[in-house]
T-cell receptor, first 110, second 115 residues
Framework: DAKTTQPPSMDCAEGRAANLPCNHS???????VYWYRQIHSQGPQYIIH???NNETNEMASLIITEDRKSSTLILPHATLRDTAVYYC???????????FGQGTELSVKP | DAGITQSPRHKVTETGTPVTLRCHQT?????MYWYRQDPGHGLRLIHY???????DKGEVSDGYSVSRSKTEDFLLTLESATSSQTSVYFC??????????????FGPGTRLTVL
């Protein structure tokens, strides 16, 4: 019952930018967009979040469209260690619950 | 990461036996969560806690109970384990809960096998 839609898989060449899209057309005004990733067998790792404005941190950039119905996570220089499943999640003030969908399996290839 | 530990890390048990998984945090965060992860389903929320003795159900709570008598510990109990509860269980904490953004940090996971 996830509120986001992501492609099931993507490939990216090492050293290139990885652009992971996410559609969240039913997002509400108080809901944030979060990105997490999960490397095989490990617990999910928080990457970044945003509400309206684009955000950047040491790991990635998050671009949110003006109507907030979609977003893109950008890994500027993908490495082999970025191979993981990436989850896009929208969540508001609901007891802090995060609903994980199927995510996008990103494969970074040499 | 974020001072979260889970115990045990691996457990094999038999159908019908009770099982308790422990999540321990060292950073005094208010919100804690239990998820399970199965192939083809991603992570699903079982229960969560927003304070000592304050808990609520997630999307797959049937067959599970939780308790939080101290800020640092959140226990997940399977009263009578079934094979369908074979899964990897992740605990998480949030630094802010339901006030604005909610950045969750996850523990290393517990792999439970019910025979």
């Amino acid at each position: 019952d996830a509120k986001t839609t992501q492609p099931p898989s993507m490939d990216c060449a090492e050293g290139r930018a990885a652009n992971l899209p996410c559609n969240h057309s039913t997002i509400s005004g108080n809901e944030y967009v979060y990105w997490y990733r999960q490397i095989h067998s490990q617990g999910p790792q928080y990457i970044i979040h945003g509400l309206k404005n684009n955000e950047t941190n040491e790991m990635a950039s998050l671009i949110i469209t003006e109507d907030r119905k979609s977003s893109t996570l950008i890994l500027p220089h993908a490495t082999l260690r970025d191979t993981a499943v990436y989850y896009c999640i929208v969540s508001g003030n609901q007891g802090g619950k995060l609903i994980f969908g199927q995510g996008t399996e990103l494969s970074v290839k040499p | 990461d974020a001072g979260i530990t889970q115990s045990p890390r691996h457990k094999v048990t038999e159908t019908g036996t009770p099982v308790t998984l422990r999540c321990h945090q060292t950073e005094n965060h208010r919100y804690m969560y239990w998820y399970r992860q199965d192939p083809g389903h991603g992570l699903r929320l079982i229960h969560y806690s927003y304070g000592v003795k304050d808990t609520d159900k997630g999307e797959v709570s049937d067959g599970y109970s939780v308790s939080r008598s101290k800020t640092e510990d959140f226990l997940l109990t399977l009263e009578s384990a079934t094979s369908s509860q074979t899964s990897v269980y992740f605990c998480a904490i949030s630094t802010s809960g339901n006030f604005g953004w909610n950045e969750q940090f996850f523990g290393p996971g517990t792999r439970l096998t019910v025979l």
